[in-house]
């Protein structure tokens, strides 16, 4: 087991309805030095990328990407939920399902911070379906960007994103992929990787 896989079997909580959490150290309270551990370890499996920038969604992929964007000595962006139907023409805009909310958002980044000179890799804590990521690179096709690869904390693999995104050819890079969880019991079965 690596050192998050460790970590998740020993603080993370299998919840009904395929929802694992982890608000304990990656997206509530946040372990500091986990996060450093894991933007290493993004810049290591990256670290021929001509990056350029790091993006990702708010809320929770913030904290994550931030130290990943250190690692590279880039600008982070995120994409922001807005409600707002009224988005001028200054905004780069997506739809994406929230898998834990269960609804559907615009997100958007001002057409200001992402340009068809950038590089980049698009980080998030989770994937499951894939809708986020695939909101993330429709905003990066949108500015004319480059999308070097992708990194993800904790994918699951039960679910249908990772192939999705591996089947549109990007490098998808996830530090654990869950390959069961069972809510009854707790047991996490990992995928050798
Ligand atoms: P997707 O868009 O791939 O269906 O879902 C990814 C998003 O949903 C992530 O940004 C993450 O915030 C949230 N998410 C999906 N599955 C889980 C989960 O099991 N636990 C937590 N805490 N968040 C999840």
């Known amino acids: 087991m690596n050192f998050l896989e460790e970590r998740i079997v020993k603080d993370g909580i299998v919840k009904p309805g395929n929802v694992l959490k982890v608000d304990s150290f990656l997206n509530h309270q946040m372990d500091i030095s986990l996060m450093e551990e894991i933007g290493r370890e993004f810049k290591r499996r990256f670290a021929d990328k001509p990056v350029t920038k790091v993006l990702t969604i708010e809320a929770s992929g913030i904290g994550i990407a931030c130290f990943v964007a250190k690692e590279f000595g880039v600008p982070l962006v995120f994409a922001k939920k807005s409600k707002s139907i ?26 200001r911070f992402l340009s068809p000179e950038d590089h980049l890799l698009i980080i998030d804590d989770f994937l499951a379906n894939g809708c986020a990521l695939q909101g993330l690179i429709s905003i990066a096709e949108s500015a004319g960007a480059t999308v070097e690869g992708l990194g993800i904390v904790i994918e699951k693999g039960f679910q249908i994103g990772g192939r999705v995104i591996r089947n549109l050819g ?24």
């Not at 809510?183 to 995928?191: D, K, P, S, V, Y």
């Open 86 to 111: 009224n988005i001028d023409g200054e905004m780069f805009v997506a739809e994406v399902e929230s898998f834990t909310h269960k609804n559907r958002n615009q997100v958007i980044v001002s057409k």
């Open 170 to 193: 990007y490098q998808l890079e996830s530090l654990a992929i869950i390959d069961g969880m069972d809510a009854e019991t707790g047991t996490i079965t990992f995928r050798e990787q």
